[in-house]
T-cell receptor, first 116, second 115 residues
């Protein structure tokens, strides 16, 4: 499978715990995006990387959220001290260098977080 | 800031009937427009896109969308739907490189095709 891979697919945690999601983009893609999707809503932009540089963060990304892409390949999204409002599907997407500027993204299947 | 409005949250239709999923956007600058589709238990997939040129764009599975600048719309149409078209459809806009190519999505339209 050469698509965007996300792990874990499902995570159930108790409020206050930390969680980490991993995204492996398509290998030749240099841009990587994180989005969040809550029930009944469209995906909302969280942050994006070009290679290892994090170029933009949404105001949705509170201080409890941190994302990294240490070697410009896979990325992790960590949520500290989870709250029930963090329950959502976290989507990762990546794009080719030559078409990324037009917004054509390849999405993974998402990581669903449930905070009890 | 740009925004996207999908006017119908759910559209039920019978198989072989025509369908239109409506999308309006607001932006102070030129945008690129997209329709993404999410089949059950799958990730979002690009269905079609408008970048420039002809305002009518088509997908390989019979969908088409027309960019209407004056009405700021990008409605998705298909003349005859199949059961397999049942999915959630998201309209999205991008300002291109000026915004890092991030997408702003609408809230989605659930298309359900009934036999």
């Amino acid at each position: 499978d050469t698509g965007v891979s996300q792990n874990p697919r499902h995570k159930i945690t108790k409020r206050g715990q930390n969680v980490t999601f991993r995204c492996d983009p398509i290998s030749e893609h240099n841009r990587l995006y994180w989005y969040r999707q809550t029930l009944g809503q469209g995906p909302e932009f969280l942050t994006y990387f070009q290679n290892e540089a994090q170029l933009e963060k949404s105001r949705l990304l509170s201080d409890r959220f941190s994302a990294e892409r240490p070697k410009g390949s896979f990325s992790t999204l960590e949520i500290q001290r989870t709250e029930q409002g963090d329950s959502a599907m976290y989507l990762c997407a990546s794009s080719f260098p030559r078409t990324g500027h037009t917004g054509e993204l390849f999405f993974g299947e998402g990581s669903r977080l449930t905070v009890l | 800031a740009q925004s996207v409005t999908q006017l119908d949250s759910q559209v039920p239709v019978f198989e072989e009937a025509p369908v239109e999923l409506r999308c309006n956007y607001s932006s102070s600058v030129s945008v690129y427009l997209f329709w993404y589709v999410q089949y059950p238990n799958q990730g979002l997939q690009l269905l079609l896109k408008y970048l420039s040129g002809s305002t009518l764009v088509k997908s390989i599975n019979g969908f088409e969308a027309e960019f209407n600048k004056s009405q700021t719309s990008f409605h998705l149409r298909k003349p005859s739907v199949h059961i397999s078209d049942t999915a959630e459809y998201f309209c999205a806009v991008s300002k291109g490189e000026t915004s890092g190519s991030r997408l702003t999505f609408g809230e989605g339209t659930q298309l359900t095709v009934n036999p």
